[in-house]
């Protein structure tokens, strides 16, 4: 079992910044590939963003590329989302992932939903224009 809980959620105006944390606890931390995801009211969970097991590699959707980040430190059992210039169609419920599949390759990182075996709860981000 692996228990994620998001934080850092809020609301901000378009071109500002915020800074989510997903912290784990459970299960080995630093062998599951973690990913971001976010749904907007009437919309589809769709994927951010992930970062491989080692944190040597991350991947994004295209529409977040130069202005979000993602980072782990394994010795906190700890991921983040960094999201810089901030839009208002950025605005949903975010929620970190977690793949626990042992996978051979360090980097590979799932974008489907299905992949990702424990999730937490999400965090509001609201985007004021």
């Known amino acids: 079992q692996v228990q994620l809980v998001e934080s850092g959620g809020g609301l901000v105006q378009a071109g500002g910044s915020l800074r989510l944390s997903c912290a784990a606890s459970?299960?080995?931390?630093?062998?599951?590939?973690m990913g971001w995801f976010r749904q907007a009211p009437g919309k589809e969970r769709e994927f951010v963003g992930g970062?491989?097991?080692?944190?040597?590699?991350?991947y994004y959707t295209n529409s977040v590329k130069g202005r979000f980040t993602i980072s782990r430190d394994n010795a906190k059992n700890t991921v983040y989302l960094q999201m810089n210039s901030l839009k208002p169609e950025d605005t949903a419920v975010y929620s970190c992932?977690?793949?626990?599949?042992?996978?051979?390759?360090?980097?590979?990182?799932?974008?489907?939903?299905?992949?990702?075996?424990?999730w937490g709860q999400g965090t509001q981000v609201t985007v004021a224009s």
């Open positions: 992932a977690a793949d626990v599949t042992t996978y051979l390759s360090d980097s590979l990182i799932p974008v489907n939903t299905q992949a990702y075996e424990y």
């Open positions: 459970g299960r080995t931390f630093s062998s599951a590939v």
């Open positions: 970062i491989s097991r080692s944190g040597g590699r991350t």
